[in-house]
DNA sequence: TCCCAGTAGTAATTCGCATTAGCAGCTTGA
DNA sequence: TCAAGCTGCTAATGCGAATTACTACTGGGA
């Protein structure tokens, strides 16, 4: 019915070319010569039509066919463009671009996916994943479910954040080693002669949570304070910390080592005289804070860049190993000190 | 590759019921009631087997039938997710966003244009253009030979920002009305008492600056001073201003109305005491000021959504009005008042 | 003169689905 | 009794591109 008014067909080259479709196509995909059975004459006759009109070939009918487009998908949990955390997903699809223009791709946003329970999901009736060679996965939590069917339908795919094993089998990923860098703050902290470590925040949920408090576990040990930062009132959070005599305290969000800070001035203590402070990562959420806190950073552009390499290399059949931990660079800052003597 | 193995297929399922493929397919789409001439029974037995089986049809075999693909292209002239110039941009890809969501399309980013002679061109030896359905362009300047093309070859597109006619014919696009709130800003600054008004910048080129001139020559008169930006020393514009009488500047970008604001200040004068200044339109580069400048807002979601739909209505043929243009909202700020006595 | 090999192209088929045309078998109506 | 009209289903076709199988032609060697 809607005609689409101009779309091009190989049909269409081959009328103007004077020679038969499939000519047209073996033009296009020998283009290299090898194989080629096909009059130098002749074939640049075709190409010349082709430069002429533009003519691409319908996607579509390609992915049919299983064949390749240079279409990488990306699909993100949250609208791509939004006013808020703009600033957090942006480096990521900063690399995420410029790897795929220096690969020759095109980037396809899954803007169709419908939002359902305030969520994207991936899978829906039309869901139009296949259109892309293969797709790239941004967002802070990605239901396993998601994961496990894409897995299970071997589509190509790479996570931008290390994800847990979905249904046993690995997830394609390129994440930041939160562990690590958790872990070696707090070693610094203990080298400054701290002895007593907190670790504030969800702690649960997100990998990205996890990490970061498994990394503390592992410096600072199991039985460290963990507190869900829960509790309503910052400066009750903050009262308990220093009951248990905790020198140093861990924020997963930036967010709430603001708050605790803000609640230690106005009880005259300073940060980081009388209590250390550190972040573990970029702030998600842009907070105004005159303090330069000690952490690490989130290499969120070699993130995306790599995502895009590895899925370029996954589609060619060019790696086995689907997953990769980058570091993250610590920060100096000016939050963590040696504890009040 | 990546076709998943076991993947179901009508046939699939029509061999599992007992029946043809076209049977399944009129079972799945004549659910409703009309016209299905598919005996109760036959129908129960297929939705069993798909039930059972977890069948979902083929999106790119669905799609393949009705001609649209529900791609829609992004063509930028620069990098979409730069650091620079993110602000300025974002809005009106925040709209074409929404506006895709909405209308179920996918957005391809055609990050495979190559860069050349420090700018993206859209047609170049093997663009993909016509993968998609149709394309937005975003850019300050857009190639009028680029424009031409497009337009001489009938492919379906639409221009964030007005443009001029290309060989005579019109351009689709939606935009803001800068002459309109041009002409309304010099006419708020007569209203106060100004008599001599200038306009500072580049006034040619892209033709949101021509429009900005334009509008300003319609209220201020076709004789009121034009200065280009080129001179070096903003005293020294400031100065010439200053000599001709001017009490009221317009100036099209943020940052030379800064750049003035910052020389009458170390002048001793203050504005808009001594000096009124306009600017027209959103800094497209981020600028640190105090001031908050009279002028105007560019509605650029909705530019960017209305550029989605407007190439939707086009691809759908259900418009023959191809050029919009969308209101400014005039700002009130401080830095136009009335001129000194 | 005939056969084999090579060259340059085309017809036919495929992918998964929707749609159109058409084919049996069973009522009706006159 | 037979054409006309349903009912319930299937064969065939098409969407656009890739691939396979095949054909028509040209030389060269014996």
Redesign the interface.
Known sequence: ????????TQRDIARLAGVSQTTVSLVLNNRGEAGARIAPETRDRVLQVI?E?????????R??L?QL???LGVFTYE?????TS?DFY?PF??G???S??RS?????????A??RDGQRRIFH????L??A??CVLLGREIPSAELSRLVA????FVCVGRRDDADGRPVPYVGADYVNATAQLVERARSLGHRRFAFVGPGTGAESSADRLTGFRRAAGADAPFLSADAPDPAERLARLLEAGVTAVFAEVEAEAVALARAAAAQGLSVPRDLSMVTLGDPTIPVHSSLDFTGFHIPRPQMGQQAVELLVDV?H?QTSVTQRLLDCELTQGETLGPPAA
């Open positions: 019915m809607s005609q689409a008014p101009g779309r091009l430069r009109t533009g003519y691409a070939a319908d996607p579509l009918a992915r049919m299983n487009n240079q279409i609208p791509v463009f939004p006013s703009a942006h699809l900063r995420i671009e410029e795929a223009e020759g791709c095109d980037l396809l946003l899954f803007t169709s419908p939002v009736e039309d869901n139009r296949r259109v060679d293969g339908e071997d589509y190509p589609l059949g």
